[in-house]
């Protein structure tokens, strides 16, 4: 995405952008040059600036590792991680369907990108930020 705002903006396009979650990278700003991000927003499940106290932990502890704020994709790859296991501890099994039977009854669960509830159609009902 960076690379098509660059050369949107070359082009003389000064138009509002904006896109999904495959926009959060650490190299966007470097690889679209920041002035040329004026305008342009995405929508997302997480935003390493939420200061709730679980993803300010959760900041620290990933930039202490790996040197870096974590972006979407890291955030989502943890609670993914947290889910499963709660998952499997409230199964009480590895099978894979009193697994996906304990996710399904998933309720409320707070994690880095928000509190996550599934649905009747086994998808997550969770909020999302616009970063601009």
Known sequence: MGLIVRQARELGLDILMGGGDGWDSQRLA???QVENLNRCCFSSPY???DTSSINQAFV???QKEYKERPDVFAALAYDSA???LKALEEAGSADPQKVAEALSKTKEMAGVSGTMTFGADHNPIKSAVIIE
Do not use: D, G, N, R
């Open 30 to 32: 470097e690889i679209a």
């Open 47 to 49: 935003s390493a600036e």
């Open 60 to 62: 620290a502890a990933y």
């Open 82 to 84: 947290k889910l499963f």
